[in-house]
């Protein structure tokens, strides 16, 4: 299931129609509409977090993490933006971090990105592993 679709699933099961939604997101209705069918697919960091608050749910659930164990595996890299950017979201220390803007890099660049991170996290965890 894609992020839109969830969203439109959590908004309905919430009870809130299309226009609170875009009220409290402050964009328009056409906006939400096109994140839920997902014609808009690659959502602002910032709209996605404030749809959570929105429709009362984590960011893990909204990309439809719910039900993951503690120790999850990581991948072995990322093939589309969508996986990458699931990824990136998770990581809350990445956004505090910063020094780049997600929502300025095109598809590939996103999977470039946290396909580098992933490498990274997998020298780190080699190093340390018991």
Do not use: H, W
């Not at 505090?96 to 991170?117: H, K, P, Q």
């Amino acid at each position: 299931m894609e992020i839109g679709e969830r969203i439109k699933e959590i908004r309905r099961a919430r009870g809130l129609s299309v226009e609170e939604v875009a009220e409290k997101l402050e964009v328009s209705v056409s906006t939400l509409y096109r994140y839920e069918n997902s014609s808009i697919s690659k959502i602002p960091i910032g709209v996605i977090d404030k749809l959570c608050s929105i429709l009362g749910v984590t960011t893990g659930e909204l990309m439809g993490n719910e039900a993951q164990a503690d120790a999850e595996e990581l991948p072995a890299s990322f093939v589309n933006a969508e996986q990458a950017m699931a990824f990136m979201l998770k990581m809350p220390v990445l956004a505090a971090y910063g020094g780049y803007d997600i929502e300025s890099m095109d598809d590939a660049t996103l999977v470039e990105f946290a396909n580098e991170i992933l490498s990274q996290l997998k020298l780190v965890s080699y190093k340390y592993k018991k």
